[in-house]
């Protein structure tokens, strides 16, 4: 088995991320039924998901600042040259607004919910807005890492004929 | 059941407010920055020489962004006066339009 270093921080920053999306999700079916009896637990999942996030921004970060620029060329002359052009252009600015959302969510989470229905309201605004944009950018992921395979067989293909 | 236990509010408190609205502010100014980096190339290289690279200087831009307006909108309590409804549809809709104006700006432009 050959794990590399840049394995272990890509695997580790859609790991994160998705737990960060659990998390929010989460936040969002406690915050439906919100009572004092669940209070702590959505501030937990509030703390849970930006610390998630947080940790997903760092991992993706380094990934991309340190590992990223042979993919990119790779995916550049390859057949789905929109991997890079559109969706990392696109999920590199996107996520931003994802890891901004989770940390104004243990913000948000220190309102009394179940006495107010406008901050229950925000919240699952915040919690469903991180759910929707770091699902996107889940996706958008498995689409980059897509471009890159393609890049490779049918680069390698090419090559055996 | 909940109206049945205590009187509803529909008010929020100055942090709650104040860091939504820069929450909302920031999502759009993301936005600006990845097209103004993308459409001009010196910007990029000014990023780019303050921390060895331009999307790391984006992500700062960001942070510090939210997190200064943050405590200036709740030290001001400026957004105290946006109705919480108001102040909801604004980040949804600050959010939906920081979106779209990415996926569009790098399919088409």
Known sequence: MNISTSDVVLLAHAGFGVTGCLA??????????????????????ALVTAFSMAAA??????????????????ILQGPWPFAHNLVMETKEHLFLIT???????????????????????????????IVITGLAVEGAGAVIEHGAKVALLRGGSKGAQ | MRSAMAPESEKLIAATSGFVLAAAITALFNTALAWAR?????????????????????????????????LIFTKTRAAEK?????????LIGAVAI??????????FV
């Open chain 1, 24 to 45: 929010a999700l989460w936040v969002f079916l406690e915050a439906l039924n919100a009572q004092p009896g669940n209070a702590a637990r959505i501030r937990t999942a």
């Open chain 1, 57 to 74: 921004w760092i991992c993706g970060g380094y990934w991309y600042v340190h590992f990223y620029p042979p993919d990119r060329a790779l």
């Open chain 1, 99 to 129: 890891g901004i959302l989770a940390f104004l969510l243990p913000v948000v989470a220190r309102e009394k919910l179940h006495l107010n229905a406008a901050a229950r309201k925000l919240v699952l605004s915040v919690a469903a807005l």
């Open chain 2, 38 to 70: 993308d459409a001009y190339a010196p910007l990029n290289g000014i990023m780019k020489s303050l921390t060895g690279n331009s999307w790391t200087a984006h992500c700062l831009a960001d942070l510090v962004l939210f997190g200064g307006l943050g």
């Open chain 2, 82 to 90: 946006i109705d919480a409804s108001r102040l909801t549809g604004a």
């Open chain 2, 98 to 107: 920081a979106a779209l104006g990415l996926a569009l700006w790098f399919a």
